[in-house]
T-cell receptor, first 114, second 110 residues
């Protein structure tokens, strides 16, 4: 079944820990995205990728990094988590096409840094 | 000025009402427009996709795009309590990423 998967769904960790949020898609899409969204607030694009070995920074400055070694996998890493990183992180994917570019979202990872 | 403007609400209506949600945008290069529904603590779910101007209907939902006035709308007929969610509009052009509105929080009261 075509879908977007994010793990973990919830994560509570202490300050200074390194964490990786996983995102995988079986949609056959080439473009993938990471958004950050605080409760009741708007989406902020933090990273995106056109395909394998492509990574771009989004509109919101972020201390996280991403990698794209496989088409279907787009993990996000925080080297040293801080309380200011507490938020919901949403992964999305789409075709990289001017005519078919609807973005589909995963369920999100809710991160709390103590 | 943000490229996509959306009134955050909240908007509260009785069950069965017709709901009108609206956004304006400023970039004439935008060609495709979307509406997403987001329940609390969930990821956004794509509801409607429209390319260029015109109307699109899907069940109780109708999306309208008026490129001359840079205005996009989502109408929900016979609204239900299960429609209570935040609705996000989004717009984009062939060269860039989607630009999202802030979202309108809708509450449908039984």
């Amino acid at each position: 079944e075509a879908d977007i998967y994010q793990t973990p769904r919830y994560l509570v960790i202490g300050t200074g820990k390194k964490i990786t949020l996983e995102c995988s898609q079986t949609m056959g899409h080439d473009k993938m995205y990471w958004y950050q969204q605080d409760p009741g607030m708007e989406l902020h694009l933090i990273h995106y990728s056109y395909g394998v070995n492509s990574t771009e920074k989004g509109d919101l400055s972020s201390e996280s990094t991403v990698s794209r070694i496989r088409t279907e996998h787009f993990p996000l890493t925080l080297e040293s988590a801080r309380p200011s990183h507490t938020s919901q992180y949403l992964c999305a994917s789409s075709f990289h096409s001017p005519y078919r570019n609807e973005q589909f979202f995963g369920p999100g990872t809710r991160l709390t840094v103590l | 000025q943000k490229e996509v403007e959306q009134d955050p609400g909240p908007l509260s209506v009785p069950e069965g009402a017709i709901v009108s949600l609206n956004c304006t945008y400023s970039n004439s290069a935008f060609q495709y427009f979307m509406w997403y529904r987001q329940y609390s603590r969930k990821g956004p779910e794509l509801l409607m996709y429209t390319y260029s101007s015109g109307n699109k209907e899907d069940g109780r939902f109708t999306a309208q795009v008026d490129k001359s006035s840079k205005y996009i709308s989502l109408f929900i007929r016979d609204s239900q309590p299960s429609d209570s969610a935040t609705y996000l509009c989004a717009a984009g052009g062939s060269q860039g990423n989607l630009i999202f509105g802030k979202g309108t929080k809708l509450s449908v009261k039984p």
